[in-house]
């Protein structure tokens, strides 16, 4: 690397640092998002650990993220995957510090799980069950026993009082999700389901997640039940999430404007065409283009 590009790098990283890494979160907390919050809240006074289970992109980050947030403590979060290791969350030793000073606290770089117990912060396990038995098993100690061995320390540190562990995770049978192990299952206390909401309480989250655009009540009704008859059809594998409408529903606004043109029936369904395709899985053997179509026939009679 040039000199130059050192600079520029260290410049960029400079500029995006975050101070704070709690950001607020805009949420509309009605609804199952109410009830959910309440229950998060009193599981925590209780002293419970809680879980989130619910399908792709119906919320359960955005809680967890008000969540942390309200509770006014440092954040921390791991989305599990198989790449995750028991040294993503726990830590481990830098070898070119390990050799000037051996294995002392010194060469030790934390991994967000370990700092959230440290510091006493919040630690969110998102995507939990896509995670690998034995890199979930690195957690139980410190999740039942409040404390965690760091062997090359050979020191068991204790955890604060106020760390605590929330979890978000698609239900289990959805591609690339395993059956979560009962020991950890059995420390996180209050589990709470989620689904998509309501047509009114989406089509308020919708417009929430598109403060500079502006869409008439028809076209947001429309879109709502584009995604509705989606979710009610048997041939549809995994459904059009959260994200999904909020993006048609950017996505139609976005052009109307740079067209200069008001929102009809063949901009919407252009538009979904474009959005629906991969937002949604089918059935095997389900042509997802005549699906598509189908649909947008159904609600707004043009596809
Ligand atoms: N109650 C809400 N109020 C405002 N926006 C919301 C609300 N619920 C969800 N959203 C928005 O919907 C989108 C999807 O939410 P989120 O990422 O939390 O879903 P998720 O359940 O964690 O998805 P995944 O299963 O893919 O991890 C985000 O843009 C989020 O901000
Ligand atoms: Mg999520």
Redesign the pocket.
């Known amino acids: 690397m040039s000199k130059q590009q050192v600079t520029e790098f260290s410049k960029l990283i400079e500029e995006s640092k975050i101070e704070d890494i709690r950001e607020e979160v805009?949420?509309?907390?009605e609804g199952q998002?109410k009830y959910a919050y309440e229950a998060m809240m009193d599981a925590y006074n209780a002293g419970l650990f809680v879980g989130l289970v619910?399908?792709?992109?119906?919320?359960?980050?955005?809680?967890c993220r008000k969540f942390a947030y309200d509770l006014n403590q440092e954040f921390y979060w791991v989305t599990f995957s198989d790449l995750v290791r028991p040294s993503t969350l726990i830590g481990s030793f830098d070898p070119t510090l390990v050799f000037k000073f051996g294995f002392s606290p010194d060469s030790y770089i934390p991994g967000p799980f370990s700092l959230a117990a440290l510091k006493g912060g919040v630690f969110l396990a998102?995507?939990l069950n896509r995670g690998d038995e034995y890199v979930l098993n690195s957690m139980l100690d410190t999740m039942e026993e409040r404390r965690l061995y760091i062997p090359q320390l050979k020191t068991w540190l204790r955890a604060k009082d106020k760390f605590y562990v929330i979890a978000?995770m698609?239900p289990a049978e959805l591609r690339g999700t395993r059956k979560l192990p009962s020991a950890i299952k059995d420390r996180i206390k209050v589990w709470i389901h989620l689904g998509y909401p309501p047509k009114s309480l989406e089509q308020k989250?919708m417009v929430?997640?598109c403060p500079e655009y502006q869409l008439s009540a028809l076209t947001q009704e429309k879109i709502i039940e584009i995604m509705t008859q989606c979710r009610q059809d048997h041939a549809v594998e995994r459904p059009p999430?959260?994200?999904t409408s909020?993006g048609l529903a950017r996505f139609v606004s976005q052009r109307a404007q740079r067209l200069n043109i008001q929102v009809d029936n063949k901009l919407i369904a252009e538009s979904a065409r474009l959005i629906l395709q991969d937002s949604i899985e089918l059935r095997p053997g389900t042509d997802a283009e005549q699906f598509i179509k189908n649909i947008l026939t159904k609600v707004i009679g043009v596809s």
């Open positions: 805009n949420l509309v907390l998002y619910g399908p792709v992109g119906c919320g359960k980050t955005a809680l998102n995507e978000a698609n989250i929430a997640n999430s959260l994200r909020i």
